[in-house]
């Protein structure tokens, strides 16, 4: 089973600034199938990125993903209200684990 | 916008049953995989079971195998989950989430709102 290990597990940051999150896996990760989610509280995961970069349907391009093998990022460009939010990574070419999450906080 | 409505959670005793259901009007339900994804407190996200388009072959994680089974009626556009022989550690929102695709591999496109399952005495 590939493990997920996501940092930092809590971001302080003022809206306007750039968010930096990052996934590891334990081992590689096979054709990039990597996917991040938002969880906003009281709802449910919201998928954001696939493919490891590929944005899916609605997302605003400051969302950007990045990476490869076994280390992966998650870019916000420039925090909005509405982006202060618990992301989790996921891995779904084998064993569909996800990471532990890492909360982005109004500082 | 895709929907998926789940329904069948509640409060249960150890050792007892369960049948989750998620209806998904709205979309071409054959033609996509479907997950039942759990979230707890102490155990985050984790994903349970697995069916293909044509439920043809299913997956379970090694902590429900031989005691929930995933199953699918294409007919009725809605996915089920039997939870047999319940235990503490299966408390938590289970999810109903589409995957992008008939068969693997697939991402999780969309989600439902989560239905709520307590286990105690």
């Known amino acids: 089973e590939i493990v997920l290990t996501q940092s930092p597990g809590t971001l302080s940051l003022s809206p306007g600034e750039g968010a930096t999150l990052s996934c590891r896996a334990s081992?590689?990760?096979?054709?990039?199938?990597l996917a991040w989610f938002q969880q906003k509280p009281g709802q449910a995961p919201r998928l954001l990125i696939y493919?490891?970069?590929r944005r899916a349907t609605g997302i605003p391009d400051r969302f950007s993903g990045s990476g490869s093998g076994t280390d992966f990022t998650l870019t916000i460009s420039r925090l909005e209200p509405e982006d202060f939010a618990v992301y989790y990574c996921?891995?779904?070419?084998?064993?569909?684990?996800f990471g532990q999450g890492t909360k982005v906080e109004i500082k | 916008e895709v929907q998926l409505l789940e329904s069948g959670g509640g409060l249960v005793q150890p050792g007892g049953s369960l049948r989750l259901s998620c209806a998904a009007p709205?979309?071409?339900?054959?033609?996509?995989?479907m997950s039942w994804v759990r979230q707890s407190p102490g155990r985050g996200l984790e994903w349970v079971s697995a069916?293909?388009?044509?439920?043809?072959?299913?997956w379970n994680a090694d902590s429900v195998k031989g005691r929930f089974t995933i199953s699918r009626d294409n007919s009725k556009n809605t996915l089920y989950l039997q939870l047999n022989n319940l235990r503490a550690e299966d408390t938590a929102v289970y999810y109903c989430?589409?995957?992008?695709?008939?068969?693997?591999?697939?991402?999780?496109?969309?989600w439902g709102q989560g239905t709520l399952v307590t286990v105690s005495s």
């Open positions: 069916i293909t388009g044509g439920a043809d072959d299913t």
């Open positions: 709205g979309f071409t339900f054959s033609n996509y995989a």
């Open positions: 493919g490891a970069s």
């Open positions: 996921q891995e779904y070419g084998s064993s569909r684990t």
């Open positions: 081992q590689s990760v096979s054709s990039t199938y």
């Open positions: 989430v589409r995957g992008s695709a008939s068969g693997r591999p697939y991402y999780f496109d969309s």
